[in-house]
């Protein structure tokens, strides 16, 4: 078998520490509420939910109303019943479902009014742990935004985003059954080490190791940057290979590639992303591929013919 290369070996690793999604129309209203670094950003479609006309029931204690969820394949309806405030009488407030039906207005009879967009209702309601299956979320396109020093953010990126609007207007045209989505991604980044001190044979000497482990512990990814930025867009990519993405799909990972050649440079073995979509009860998926829960996005940076994997740990 192929030894491995050094002692010590490493990967960047970088997970979804929070995520959020929206319709395209509430980005402006999400990135005035905000302080999350949402880089990474995911055009997707969604099933198209709307509240079904004269289907509000109000209690003094809880309210309940019902959600259509259509596709091209399904339509079946849910009951959502939820409480806006366990102190108040829910008679006593006024309220309205817009014609579209997407918004939920709620005027307190102090005159406060509070909004509420069927699409997050939904989710609460499959938060609730109602049985019902998670949101399928398709991913068509992939993108990111960071800036020199991370002053730009998706949301901002999002504000005049050609492919966006492209992909608004097709799905306009063609009349289709689902509806379009962002979904909004942190990451942080973290190192991976694989010390194997059993094998007692590498390709480098000992003092190559601890060179190398030297190296990569001067400028370990504690903070997020613009190449671990890149890493995790390209690797999300080639996973993905959503409809509307070009570069990466079939190019990563590449050591010519400049956005994330710090990796290359520094000798790393692998790069590895997790995402945690069922944090907002998410289904993520393209037409190439289903995202499994609790199963990370690995890549061996170098042909296993060249380079022995980290994440191999059988031993000769």
């Not at 939820?82 to 102190?87: A, E, K, Q, R």
């Not at 709620?106 to 949101?135: C, S």
């Not at 710090?262 to 692998?270: E, T």
Request: glycine letters at 4%; proline letters at 4%; aromatic letters at 12%.
């Amino acid at each position: 078998m192929m030894k491995r290369k050094y002692m010590s070996e490493f990967a960047i690793n970088t997970y979804s520490s929070y995520l959020t999604i929206c319709y395209p129309n509430d980005l402006n209203n999400l990135s005035l509420e905000t302080k999350i670094n949402y880089h990474i950003y995911m055009i997707t479609l969604i099933p198209k939910l709307t509240i079904v006309k004269d289907s509000l029931q109000v209690f003094e204690d809880h309210l309940s109303l019902k959600i259509r969820v259509k596709t091209e394949n399904r339509d079946f309806v849910v009951t959502s019943r939820f409480t806006l405030d366990p102190d108040i009488n829910h008679k006593e407030q006024e309220y309205e479902i817009d014609k579209a039906a997407k918004t939920f207005t709620v005027t307190t009879k102090e005159g406060f009014v509070f909004k509420q967009r069927v699409l997050p209702m939904y989710l609460d309601y499959l938060a609730n742990g109602t049985g019902v299956e998670k949101l399928d979320t398709e991913i068509i396109y992939i993108g990111q935004s960071y800036g020199k020093n991370g002053e730009r953010t998706a949301l901002e990126r999002l504000k005049s985003h050609s492919t966006l609007q492209r992909i608004q207007s097709e799905l306009l045209f063609e009349g289709g059954e689902r509806d379009l989505a962002i979904l909004l991604l942190e990451f942080t980044p973290r190192l991976l080490s694989s010390f194997d001190g059993r094998s007692k044979s590498y390709e480098k000497s000992s003092e190559d190791d601890l060179k190398h482990l030297h190296a990569v512990m001067e400028s370990p990814p504690l903070r997020l940057n613009k190449q671990v930025v890149n890493i995790t867009e390209a690797a999300l990519i080639n996973y993905f290979k959503p409809y509307y993405n070009d570069i990466f799909k079939d190019n990563f990972p590449d050591v010519q590639h400049k956005g994330y050649r710090q990796y290359y440079d520094l000798d790393y073995n692998a790069v590895s992303i997790e995402l945690d979509p069922d944090a907002i009860d998410l289904r993520l998926y393209s037409k190439e591929k289903n995202y499994q829960p609790f199963s990370s996005i690995k890549y061996d940076l170098h042909p296993e013919n060249i380079r022995k994997s980290m994440f191999d740990i059988f031993l000769d």
